[in-house]
């Protein structure tokens, strides 16, 4: 079980930067903490859910979807408890809710998620609001 928490979203001008965060707690805590992957997806209203950015807290660095590679940067805090997405050179497209999303170990691997809209992820915080105005 792992709770999910997003932070920071708010309005941002076009071309600035905000920073995400997602907190994670439950048994990620404790001594028996499993490795889990977790993500940052976004929707937009009238569009499809979009995987943004991927972590896996056993190891490993982000990965990203290609429409926010070299904008977005996502990163773990020392605890592996956080996933922050710092947004450089955001754009009004970039307008949405931000969710973060966690799985335990899913088969394939944590990319496939990314890719597929994160479809059938099993752990979702409640969105936080991005506005990118220009």
């Known amino acids: 079980q792992v709770q999910l928490a997003e932070s920071g979203g708010g309005s941002v001008q076009a071309g600035g930067s905000l920073r995400l965060s997602c907190a994670a707690s439950?048994?990620?805590?404790?001594?028996?903490?499993?490795?889990?992957?977790i993500y940052w997806f976004r929707q937009t209203p009238g569009a499809e859910r979009e995987g943004l950015a991927v972590t896996y807290t056993g190891g490993g660095g982000p990965r990203y979807a290609d429409s926010v590679k070299g904008r977005f940067v996502a990163s773990l805090d020392n605890g592996k408890t956080t996933l922050h997405l710092e947004m450089s050179s955001v754009r009004v497209e970039d307008t949405g809710i931000y969710y973060c999303a966690a799985e335990y170990e899913p088969p394939g691997g944590c990319f496939r998620y990314l890719l597929n809209r994160g479809d059938g992820l099993t752990y979702w915080g409640q969105g936080t609001q991005v506005t990118v105005s220009s």
């Open positions: 439950g048994y990620t805590f404790s001594r028996y903490s499993r490795s889990f992957c």
